[in-house]
């Protein structure tokens, strides 16, 4: 799964989530991806080799390389995101670096902090929210959905887990 969860013990207990898109592609993956890709699209031209066709047809075999070479870099590179949950009895905290660099910030009471699983009416089917300081904000909408539904429930229990600790604290 494309998360973990890291947890400190008492008294400072601290849980904290790490989020990121499922990344299937590896370097070397790319590189036979691209290769590949060339070799099948060249087939055809090696019947046109030493005619004037060749140079006809050889910018746009050229081009359509380029293109998914541009589209896998882009899809990487759009899939640079990292979100970071931590809860502790007093805040819960998530922090969402977007590809860009720029990041999101939101802070609540870990007391008011509410998890919600939305099974349709969302961006994708089983759309997690945390709800709290009068805002609600998504978490790991770029996971899987059954990842996300397994991500709801340990959000629940670590919440729960969170607040008992502020009670006996």
């Known amino acids: ?25 590896s370097a070397q993956g790319f590189a ?3 290769l590949g890709f060339f070799l099948f699209a060249s087939i055809p031209l090696y019947g046109l080799l ?10 746009f075999m050229l ?3 380029a293109g998914l070479y541009y589209a896998l870099r882009r ?26 660099g720029d990041t999101q910030e939101w802070e609540a009471n870990t007391y008011w902090v509410e998890p919600q699983l939305h099974p349709s009416g969302g961006p994708v ?29 340990d959000l629940v229990e670590r919440l729960n887990r969170a607040r008992n600790q502020r009670e006996f604290s």
């Open 63 to 65: 081009a359509a390389v």
């Open 125 to 153: 089917p089983f759309y997690v929210t945390l709800k709290g300081a009068g805002r609600e904000v998504e978490i790991g909408a770029f996971l899987s959905e059954d990842e996300r539904k397994a991500l709801y429930g």
């Open 32 to 34: 036979v991806m691209i």
């Open 50 to 59: 030493g005619t004037v066709l060749l140079w006809g047809l050889l910018p």
């Open 1 to 25: 799964m494309p998360h973990t969860w890291t947890e400190t013990s008492p008294p400072d207990a601290r849980m904290e989530l790490r989020a990121w898109p499922h990344n299937s592609l």
């Open 75 to 100: 899809n990487e590179r759009d899939r640079q995101i990292l979100e970071v949950l931590t809860i502790t009895h007093n805040s819960t905290r998530l922090l969402r670096t977007n590809p860009k």
